[in-house]
């Protein structure tokens, strides 16, 4: 089946300990998406590739980086986590980002842990 | 702030029982609106989705929802609900103007009792 694949499921790191989060998708959509969820919160948009291009949400720390080598691979790359980063890192991916006619699908998450 | 509101964090219903979970949004002009439920332990999933046309949406395990444009609300609507439906559901908005960027709700997390 075509899907969202999200590796690992459980990751955990040592405060400041640089750490890669890492999404697959065989869906061959354009546009790939990360989200952190917080405990008790709403997922929310960290940033997006349309295609081979970032587009980086405004109140997204620095401490966040994203790399996307090819349509089908993305991976996010927290620098030197601290115990707020702490969360579940969600990946999605759409056909082409087409406002008003596409829809996102979820992978199911990664849990980090920070020590 | 413009934003998405889930109106309960918590319901308990016992089987059989009828569901509403309202949802309502902030946002101007054209939206796309969206219920994903998650599972105990699974990812989010899609249930229904509104683009355009019809305001009443139907969409997978009997859930429906309703678009309603003066009242900002796309409430999910279920008439009988089944101890599966144990989960999480989150409303999500794609404002206009924001591309396709996704704003979620905070959640509602439905307990149902056999």
């Known amino acids: 089946d075509a899907m969202v694949i999200q590796n690992p499921r459980y990751q955990v790191t040592q405060f400041g300990k640089p750490v890669t989060l890492s999404c697959s998708q065989t869906?061959?959509?354009?546009?790939m998406y990360w989200y952190q969820q917080k405990s008790s919160q709403a997922p929310k948009l960290l940033f997006h590739y349309y295609d081979k291009d970032f587009n980086n949400e405004a109140d997204t720390p620095d401490n966040f980086q994203s790399r996307r080598p090819n349509t089908s691979f993305c991976f996010l790359d927290i620098r030197s986590p601290g115990l707020g980063d702490a969360a579940m890192y969600l990946c999605?991916?759409?056909?082409?980002?087409?406002?008003?006619?596409?829809?996102?699908?979820f992978g199911p998450g990664t849990r980090l842990t920070v020590l | 702030a413009q934003s998405v509101s889930q109106h309960n964090h918590h319901v308990i219903l016992s089987e059989a029982a009828s569901l509403e979970l309202g949802c309502n949004y902030s946002?101007?002009?054209?939206?796309?609106l969206f219920w994903y439920v998650q599972y105990p332990g699974q990812h989010l999933q899609l249930l229904l989705k509104y683009f355009s046309g019809d305001p009443l949406v139907k969409g997978i395990k009997g859930f429906e929802a309703e678009f309603i444009k003066s009242k900002f609300s796309f409430n999910l609507r279920k008439p009988s609900v089944q101890w599966s439906d144990t989960a999480e559901y989150f409303c999500a908005v794609t404002p206009g103007e924001y591309g396709n960027k996704l704003v979620f709700g905070a959640g509602t997390i439905l307990r149902v009792k056999s």
């Open positions: 946002y101007g002009g054209t939206v796309n």
């Open positions: 869906l061959n959509h354009n546009v």
């Open positions: 999605a991916t759409s056909r082409d980002g087409t406002p008003f006619q596409d829809t996102q699908y």
